[in-house]
Nanobody, 123 residues
Framework: VQLQACGGGLVQAGGSLRLSCAAS????????MGWFRQAPGKEREFVAA????????YYTDSVKGRFTISRDNAKNSVYLEMNSLKPEDAAVYYC?????????????????WGTGTQVTVSS
């Protein structure tokens, strides 16, 4: 099973990026998917999650109103639209998937992890 994230890069504060994650080796259309991030010297933290149908989404407080998670089950993919980026959003962003429909915000809730994509925000 592979989760391949892409779309990271360097952006100025206030700018936007769209992360994409394509899964292979397993179909996740019935499972929760999401994103975590890890900044240098900090713990890996939950960013957003979306339930299997896309009907429910969850965000950490610091990104609410700025980030939008979505999915395309036909493409076995999940996305993260990031707007109004701040320097504190800079991190490696990891695509994750759970083995089931439960929605969690901790690392142990997700069995599958992608390799990460770097987001850098200049002030």
């Amino acid at each position: 099973v592979q989760l391949q994230a892409c779309g990271g890069g360097l952006v100025q504060a206030g700018g936007s990026l769209r992360l994409s994650c394509a899964a292979s080796g397993r179909t996740f259309s019935s499972d929760t998917m999401g994103w975590f991030r890890q900044a240098p010297g900090k713990e890996r933290e939950f960013v957003a999650a979306i339930n299997w149908s896309g009907g429910s989404t969850y965000y950490t407080d610091s990104v609410k109103g700025r980030f939008t998670i979505s999915r395309d089950n036909a493409k076995n993919s999940v996305y993260l639209e990031m707007n109004s980026l701040k320097p504190e959003d800079a991190a490696v962003y990891y695509c994750v998937a759970a083995a089931g429909r439960g929605v969690g915000t901790t690392k142990r809730d997700y069995e599958y992890w992608g390799t990460g994509t770097q987001v850098t925000v200049s002030s």
